[in-house]
């Protein structure tokens, strides 16, 4: 995604903190071991006279070779004795290196020039945080969805009850939390309103944020408008790239949109970066697969004709508790 000032600003804030972190889990490590180990600390002193040994050995003039080549012979043996010592204690040979939270660019968010992945990710996050600030991530889960309120009368249509539907809806939206990956396929849900789609798509972002993957929540309509502006200049940011990029992107209320040319095209573009990437994704719909060539191209039916259905029946579940 583009460098937008206030994410590039919150991403190197997070990068500072991840190093000022390692560092002090570093120092941590090291004092411990050389309250523990007084033998390291001796050994890591010996080590650190190499620098002052080699400048020695260089202004001497000469041929150096050999004596360069003895002291990284004892530099070889003093650093044996030390790993020695920490497997004998207990602790791994590497207990004492660096700690990076991203090897690839050892926490700096550059390789060879290039912003890596690392830091990508975090503007990513950034951008995900601003988009989720006014969705409701956290107030739905699994163990608040009430069966109960859908009828256990068979229905001659589906042969089974609605709730026997809704019971199997709600495992496999659980299990796909639970197992939730990047590489996870993706969902359709549709039923009409008050069934409880909202519900269990909330409740697998909320045990999927909780596994340390980034999740990006939205109404269709809102998240539309909100591309709509940045595509006229009206804001610096892109929520395109955010919603291309995030490990898990929900699309709530499909067909609730105005009807425009750009939001049909913005839809489309959305959805088919995602399939593009392998990402998964997660849009729900008040309207059965079989209607949605009616409101959409077959380029965009198609695609959302390839994802998991998942249909919800029953009663309107905000009238029941509005009743209540």
Known sequence: ME?????????????????????RLHEQRREEIYSKL???????????????KLISIVMQGGDTSAAVAELEKENLATSGAMKQLLTAAGYPEDYLQPIYTCP????KGTVDGKWCGCFRRLMLEAAARELNQNSPLELSSFDTFRLEYYPELIDPQLHVSQRQVMQ???EYCRKYAEEFSTDSGSI???GASGLGKTHLSLAIASVVLDRGF?????SMPELL???????FGRSDKDTLSALSGCDLLILDDLGAEMSKELYTSTIYEIINNRICRGLPMIVSTNYPPRELANYYPEKICSRLNSMHFLGFCGNDIRRILKKQ
């Open 3 to 23: 460098m937008n000032d206030q994410f590039f600003s919150e991403a190197m804030d997070k990068l500072n903190e991840r190093r000022a972190e390692n560092q």
């Open 38 to 52: 007084p033998e390291y600390r001796e050994l890591s002193l010996r080590l650190a006279e190499t620098g002052r």
């Open 104 to 107: 690839k660019c050892k926490d």
């Open 168 to 170: 199997r809806n709600l």
């Open 188 to 190: 359709l849900m549709y």
């Open 214 to 218: 980034s999740v990006i929540y939205g």
């Open 225 to 231: 408008r909100i591309i709509e502006r940045e595509f």
